[in-house]
């Protein structure tokens, strides 16, 4: 059989299109310097895919033929997940949970398994990271025995769907895709390469057989999903669970979201006996003393969950030449940015003195909305005035020192009115430095506006 032999290479010229069997420095046609480049040669190989008929049962149809009757949402037996999740999982969904090490994922996973197990459902939890003892222990510290719950520790992703099969679960929990490799791909486990073979592995799995799945994932550094990034495309939600180690409280928020919406944020609380939910956090961020200057209550907005949340400022004379700004909890530029406005704006001197702004119960408050509480509570605690329990504060601050509206004001109002909030110091304050009348007004310290003009709700 003879062999094919390759073109010989041609040069073209780039300017007039002249071409050559060999290479020249100067074009034969047009008589430019430089313009002579070597043109590709044909390979005359042609790649083509041959169309295939689908099965039956994958035909395509009529959307409106289409019925959602088949996946229903099923509790996982944790309410405040369920929140996020959009209202339970459904079946066949891939579920990613990514967090910070220590935060209590596998925890909150744990308490899943065994809710769904005492549903009646059976689940089989894959842990690749701690031994069947170790989990053993963790789940009688949480009270989460239950026959209908499976427990194997293995990191060979053959092995894990085996047991899927000899199983049948409902539900599955891989603890964490990062430690879990395949043979059919080499490298190490948590490589790009694995990771992707791994989650795509089990995403085909759960869309066959109508099994849900929830995958852990490490994070990086930077607080992002680690591996590749193909993996959050893949999945149908990911869940980011954090939290702060010096405080027992967890938010859980969902960043994708194929079935619900993304808005949703769920409140839980490290225990000793495990993780608990919070259905109302309302008291969690408030002191429960006696009112003092430099003390503010604002409402925050995780979500679609309106918060109340306290700010409390402390201000102490200095004769440093750079005074201290402490903050915890809050934005350090937005601060700075209110210190400025308090003295320029509304006369409130703090060039002269430490500031010192915290929030209560380490919930951090970084949203524009909390402009106006930080700066009642600095100006209150510089003049000794008070805010009632009573008077809740809402705003962003211009730089002209007007207040601005914020996102979502109704619904504060409106928490704030089942909190048991009288007033609500907003927007319709106009400027801050009628938001502070208002506010000495109310305390009964007087000021040019009567406690009936403060804005009602």
């Known amino acids: ?41 044909q390979t005359g190989i042609v790649q083509r895919v041959s169309a295939q008929a689908p099965l039956a049962a994958k035909a395509a149809r009529p959307i409106t033929q289409i019925t959602t009757a088949d996946a229903p949402r099923r509790t996982s037996g944790v309410g405040e997940f369920d929140r996020v999740l959009g209202g339970g999982i459904v079946p066949g969904a891939a579920i990613l949970l990514s967090g910070e090490p220590g935060v209590g994922k596998s925890t909150l996973l744990l308490e899943v398994a065994a809710k769904a197990a005492h549903a009646g459902r059976r689940v089989l939890y894959a842990s690749a990271e701690e031994s069947p003892a170790q989990v053993r222990l963790r789940a009688e510290r949480t009270g989460a025995l239950h026959d209908e719950l499976y427990l194997a520790s293995e990191t060979d992703l053959a092995t894990i769907l085996g047991h899927i099969d000899e199983v049948q679960p409902q539900l599955v929990i891989v603890d964490s895709v990062q430690t879990v490799s395949s043979a059919m791909i080499d490298g190490a486990a948590g490589q790009p390469s694995q990771v992707r073979e791994v989650a795509s592995t ?13 995958i852990v994932g490490h994070v990086t550094k930077d607080g992002q999903v680690a591996g590749p990034r193909v993996l959050e495309h893949l999945v149908d939600v990911v869940c980011h669970f954090e939290g702060d180690r010096q405080t027992s409280l967890r938010f859980i928020r969902a960043l994708k979201n194929r079935f619900g919406p993304t808005d949703e944020v769920g409140c839980f609380e490290m225990t000793g006996d495990g993780i608990a939910e919070v259905p109302d956090p309302s008291g969690l961020f408030l002191s429960q003393g006696a009112t003092e200057p430099g003390t503010c209550v604002a409402i925050s907005l995780e979500g679609r969950r309106a918060l109340p949340v306290e700010v409390q400022a402390l201000t102490v004379p200095t004769q440093a030449p750079n005074p201290r700004r402490v903050v915890q909890g809050v934005d350090a530029a937005r601060v700075a940015m209110v210190l400025a406005i308090l003295e320029r704006r509304a006369g409130v001197p703090t060039s002269n003195l430490d500031v010192y702004v915290s929030t209560v119960g380490g919930v951090r408050f970084t949203e524009p909305a909390a402009d106006l509480a930080i700066a ?55 400027t801050l430095r009628a938001a502070l009348t208002d506010v000495k007004a109310r305390n009964g310290g007087g000021g040019r506006r009567d406690e009936r003009d403060i804005p009602p709700f």
């Open 1 to 41: 059989m003879a062999t094919r032999r390759p073109a010989p290479p041609a040069y073209v010229c780039t300017e007039c299109g002249w071409t050559t069997a060999k290479w020249v420095g100067r074009c034969g046609e047009c008589q430019q310097w430089g313009t002579v480049q070597e043109q590709a040669t």
């Open 202 to 214: 089990l995403i085909r799995v759960a869309k066959d057989r109508g099994l849900p799945i929830i």
């Open 376 to 430: 009642i509570a600095v100006a209150g605690s510089i003049r000794q005035i008070s805010v009632p329990r009573t008077v809740a504060a809402v705003g962003e601050l211009s730089l002209a020192g007007e207040i601005r509206p914020v996102t979502q004001s109704a619904q504060r109002r409106s928490e704030a009115a089942r909190l048991g909030y009288e007033q609500v110091v907003d927007d319709r304050s106009k």
